[in-house]
């Protein structure tokens, strides 16, 4: 199992707010994986690193640069 370093909790919502996405776009993107893989911390919760999250949004960004 690959060891995983929470850096920051952070819901769907929060996800949202950070790339501008839709709830659609995040799970397509996951099942495509273009995008990094929630966290199930409950039967009924998710979250994502968000490091993970701004490290995926600066690659974009970087690549899109150059």
Same mark, same amino acid.
């Given at each position: 199992?690959? &060891?995983?370093?929470?850096? @920051? #909790? ?6 949202? *707010?950070?790339?501008? +996405?839709?709830? #659609?776009? !995040?799970?397509? &993107?996951?099942?495509?994986?273009? +995008?990094? @893989?929630?966290?199930? !911390?409950?039967? &009924? ?5 968000? #490091?993970?999250? @701004? ?7 970087? *690549?899109? !640069?150059?």
């Amino acid at each position: 199992m690959e &060891k995983i370093i929470l850096t @920051k #909790a952070v819901s769907l919502q929060g996800v949202k *707010s950070i790339t501008s +996405f839709s709830r #659609a776009t !995040i799970y397509r &993107k996951i099942q495509t994986e273009n +995008f990094p @893989k929630p966290i199930k !911390i409950s039967a &009924k919760r998710v979250v994502w690193d968000e #490091a993970q999250v @701004k490290n995926w949004l600066q690659e974009k960004v970087n *690549s899109y !640069i150059q």
